[in-house]
């Protein structure tokens, strides 16, 4: 699996409430039935704690690394959504994170999962 000590942090640059999104559109992982390529993007969108309370941001290049290295795992993409959350909740402790994947069709089927952590506002969730 994916190891989430590729994931950095910083010190958030405000006490202000704000919001950050990131958006990956080159996601891939294996089917962990078929072997074949899956292909989505990753929306992480969150609100970091406070400068004064001990926020962090996670560090992009981390994150891009830490994203690829879920190219050669065949899982499913509700694991792989939670497991991103999970693992960026850990480093960062958000306020409230909500992590989208949107799958490629395959077989006539798209994907679209949610795994969130915290009071996520209705306006957020999408």
Not at 5 to 11: D, I, N, V, Y
Not at 68 to 74: D, I, K, L, V
């Amino acid at each position: 699996m994916p190891d989430p000590s590729l994931l950095e942090a910083f010190e958030t640059p405000s006490d202000t409430p704000f919001v950050i999104e990131h958006v990956a559109e080159e996601f891939t992982s294996l089917c962990p039935k078929t072997g074949h390529p899956d292909f989505g993007t990753v929306t992480v969108r969150f609100c970091p704690r406070a400068r004064s309370a001990g926020g962090t941001c996670v560090e992009l290049k981390s994150l891009k690394l830490y994203l690829q290295s879920f190219r050669n795992e065949g899982v499913f993409y509700e694991k792989v959504t939670n497991l991103i959350r999970d693992d960026l909740a850990a480093l960062m402790n958000p306020v409230w994170l909500v992590v989208r994947t949107d799958w490629r069709g395959r077989g006539g089927i798209r994907s679209t999962i949610v795994a969130t952590r915290g009071e996520v506002p209705p306006d957020q969730r999408d």
